[in-house]
């Protein structure tokens, strides 16, 4: 098998691996998943990987449910670097106005990918977020929304982003979605990324 096939299969292991094994809470191989400067972006947090290992281990212990679901990957490859894009959903469920609500959000993991020393491993990772609904668990509940906190939420995670900051965490309004300008800058950054940039820097 040549190279480049081998490389794409090592990348889809490794995005797998990475829902699978932080949903189920397997830290030790979870980490591995990262290269030691990794960095991981969500709605709720903003930061190193090792950290977000830290608080999201500490969130499961308390009883935060947090699962991912994936689906195609498309892959971008320039010899040790990649640009990894997998559709996915992120479930998530908790109590919402004392009604226990199921939040979906429909999006892409789009993560920035290197081989270092032979191993592939993330350095960083930035969800985009495209749609998403809410649900009480119990199809007879009835839920009632704050209809102006909601709407002044981002349209591609807002139901997403009203269970989070109902449950205390600090959501950032300004992450990648469908379409618009923080996306479009998302792309760049990939192609710079590709071309041998940082990827914590816009592309020029």
Known sequence: MDTVTLD????????????VWRDAGDWDRFQTCWHDDGFMCATWFQGPASEFIRVSREGSSKGVSI?????GTSIDLAGTRAIAQTKMTISQRAQVHDVQCDVVCTGRFYDFIEKRQGKWGVVLRQPIYEKD???????????QLDRDVLMALPEGYRHLAYIQERIGYKVKRDMPGLKGAEVERLYAR??????????HEPAA
């Open 133 to 143: 609904r809410i649900d009480p668990v119990d199809p007879s509940a009835t839920l």
């Open 67 to 71: 699962l991912h679901f994936l689906g």
């Open 190 to 199: 990939g192609r710079n990324w590709l071309a041998g940039g940082s990827p």
């Open 8 to 19: 794409r299969l090592a990348i889809r292991d490794l995005v797998e691996n990475w829902a």
